[in-house]
């Protein structure tokens, strides 16, 4: 068996822990926890205690079906905190002027020397493209002659205060966060193609509480963006627009949605219990849809508007990749192609193996993502500081020194069952 490694997926509807063996073809699941989200609204802790307690929960069942005592795991992050922008940095060629990988990184750690305030904290540093003497698009400069080399980096910020919070309820359940991952960035890395990466593709990625979307071109990530919309407010509408409890407003979404009121009967209906009233009454489906379309063409707009906004929208030729929990409501991919004029398709998590089933759901798509994510970024972690004989990146974002102490070691104590 290979390595083993654990993500933890916290969201503002559930808790997922998967624990899995990342291999070349697939990910072998082997471990899966969930548990209803409390204390995270949109990205950001509320309540500490209560959110702490459903991690634990998640943690514990994933323990129960594995046989494993996990003892590290990566998270994942999102929220409207969450920002990007794009930085460039310069390096001499050393050596005989072909480009070594201690030049790549003296690049990237110039392009990441940048001014950010004190409350924030960088999470990722992704390499975009690199010129060398001037020339441009160079994929990878490696062995490559040349003077003067130049890298163009995307990094992403995050709120210092709100990751503090989340890592605090993690480990308060004795779990260490190796790193924090963005949600986008990880649903990504198992839903979308190679040819989709290359030709240039949106990921949205709607999940209970935000709406996160990455622009991949050429490759490599160009865009990311964090919308402070999603489900929790397509069944905040339900439940106002009828006047129902919540709960039971997520309960007449799931059974009775949909996006699309053209699609609907207009003459079928459905029993509920409105407040105030002591008999259930009929509602037509069709002014349920009218419902949740007003909101979810909403949250199609402010994704067009994102995408113009970057400047990439005329470079997505692949359209756009629809993943979340949300992705799930019947009718979203033909209001998305609508309303955004692309090519749209929804996407799950595939070449998972093992407790494939359980996680073969576009509400997945982070979650299994976190796995090889996390693991391809230490394993870049690692190699950056064998190169540059350092023991920290610093930067907080990274946690370089702490996963040089237990690189690849996420489950404990039980050694021998790893092997």
């Known amino acids: 068996m290979g390595e083993l490694v654990v993500g933890i997926d916290v969201g503002t509807t559930?808790?997922?822990?998967?624990?899995?063996?990342?291999?070349?073809?697939?990910?072998?699941?082997?471990?899966?926890?969930?548990?209803?989200?409390r204390g995270m609204q949109k990205g950001v802790v509320t309540d500490m205690n209560a959110l702490t307690a459903a991690i634990s929960s998640s943690v514990h069942k994933a323990e129960r079906s594995s046989g494993y005592e996990i003892g590290r795991a990566f998270v994942s992050l999102a929220g409207s905190h969450i920002s990007s922008i794009n930085s460039r940095g310069v390096a001499g060629i050393s050596g005989a002027h072909a480009v070594q990988p201690e030049?790549?990184?003296?690049?990237?750690?110039?392009?990441?020397?940048?001014?950010?305030?004190?409350?924030?904290?960088?999470?990722?540093?992704?390499?975009?493209?690199?010129?060398?003497?001037?020339?441009?698009?160079?994929?990878?400069?490696?062995?490559?002659?040349?003077?003067?080399?130049?890298?163009?980096?995307?990094?992403?910020?995050a709120s210092a205060t709100t990751v503090q919070n989340l890592e605090t309820c993690v480990e308060s359940t004795g779990v260490y966060v190796d790193r924090f991952i963005l949600n986008p960035l990880a649903s990504g890395d198992v839903v979308l193609t190679p040819t989709e990466r290359e030709m240039g593709v949106m990921v949205v990625d709607i999940g209970g509480g935000t709406t996160d979307l990455a622009i991949f071109i050429e490759g490599t990530i160009w865009h990311t963006a964090v919308l402070p919309v999603a489900g929790w407010h397509v069944t905040n509408d339900v439940a106002h627009g009828l006047?129902?409890?919540?709960?039971?407003?997520?309960?007449?979404?799931?059974?009775?949605?949909?996006?699309?009121?053209?699609e609907v009967d207009p003459l079928e209906?459905?029993?509920?219990?409105?407040?105030g009233e002591e008999l259930p009454s009929k509602v037509l489906r069709r002014d349920l849809a009218h419902i949740i379309g007003a909101r979810v063409e909403e949250i199609f707009e402010l994704v067009l508007?994102?995408?113009?906004?970057?400047?990439?929208?005329?470079?997505?030729?692949?359209?756009?990749?629809?993943?979340?929990?949300?992705?799930?409501?019947?009718?979203i991919r033909e209001v998305a192609?609508?309303?955004?004029?692309m090519p749209v398709r929804i996407a799950q998590p595939e070449k998972v193996t093992g407790m494939a089933d359980a996680l073969r759901s576009p509400a997945f798509s982070t979650s299994v993502g976190l796995l090889r994510l996390g693991l391809a970024l230490d394993l870049e972690d690692q190699q950056r500081l064998?190169?540059?004989?350092?023991?920290?990146?610093?930067g907080s974002g990274f946690k370089l020194g702490k996963v040089l102490g237990g690189l690849f070691r996420r489950l404990l104590p039980d050694e021998e069952s790893t092997e």
């Open 14 to 37: 559930k808790v997922c822990t998967i624990v899995g063996e990342v291999r070349e073809e697939d990910i072998y699941v082997v471990g899966l926890g969930v548990e209803p989200s």
């Open 103 to 157: 030049d790549v990184e003296r690049a990237i750690l110039n392009a990441r020397a940048i001014a950010i305030p004190h409350n924030r904290e960088v999470l990722h540093v992704i390499p975009r493209t690199y010129s060398l003497d001037g020339n441009e698009g160079v994929r990878s400069p490696l062995g490559m002659h040349g003077f003067r080399l130049e890298v163009e980096t995307h990094i992403i910020t």
């Open 243 to 262: 006047r129902l409890p919540f709960e039971m407003a997520e309960a007449v979404k799931r059974q009775y949605g949909h996006a699309d009121k053209r």
């Open 269 to 275: 209906s459905f029993p509920v219990q409105p407040f």
């Open 305 to 331: 508007q994102e995408a113009k906004r970057s400047g990439y929208d005329g470079l997505l030729p692949a359209g756009v990749v629809l993943t979340g929990g949300s992705a799930l409501l019947p009718g």
């Open 337 to 341: 192609s609508r309303v955004m004029r």
């Open 386 to 394: 064998a190169r540059l004989g350092q023991h920290s990146s610093g």
